[in-house]
């Protein structure tokens, strides 16, 4: 259980530091990203917010439940895969700084979801697990 309780801590954290930043300087964001609209960073700071407000209070339950979690990982999965579709596929022709930072980020939410799935393998030996 340690290790699961851990990681969403360091995944919600995580969460809400880029999504403070996103969300208040999305005109700056958006300038270093070489996007000329910056609603986009606004939206990604909001829901990165929320995700790690979600991440966060299920951290805080005594046994996290499994399906929320999985479903947690899930959503990392699907950033990291989509962060690599808009960096090889060019989608928005960011910059270069840009694609750098999406790329590290889709690496860190990838090494969540893989820390997650150990916290969850670990739940599943324990003598009692969350439903």
């Known amino acids: 259980m340690k290790i699961?309780?851990?990681v969403l801590l360091?995944?919600?954290l995580s969460s809400i530091?880029?999504?403070?930043?996103?969300?208040f300087f999305?005109?700056?964001?958006a300038q270093s990203f070489a996007v000329n609209n910056a609603t986009v960073f606004i939206i990604l700071g909001i829901v990165l917010l929320l995700f790690g407000t979600l991440v966060l209070l299920l951290r805080t339950r005594p046994l996290p439940n499994i399906k929320i979690v999985k479903a947690i990982i899930a959503a990392d999965i699907l950033w990291f895969i989509g962060s690599l579709f808009i960096i090889l596929l060019q989608l928005f022709n960011l910059s270069s700084l840009g694609?750098?930072?999406v790329g590290a980020a889709a690496v860190w939410v990838l090494i969540m979801a893989f820390f997650q799935n150990k916290g969850i393998q670990e739940v599943d030996k324990a003598p009692y697990?969350?439903?």
């Open 4 to 6: 699961l309780k851990t």
């Open 10 to 12: 360091v995944n919600a």
């Open 17 to 23: 530091a880029m999504g403070i930043p996103l969300l």
């Open 26 to 29: 999305s005109g700056p964001t």
């Open 99 to 101: 694609n750098t930072l």
């Open 129 to 131: 697990k969350s439903i």
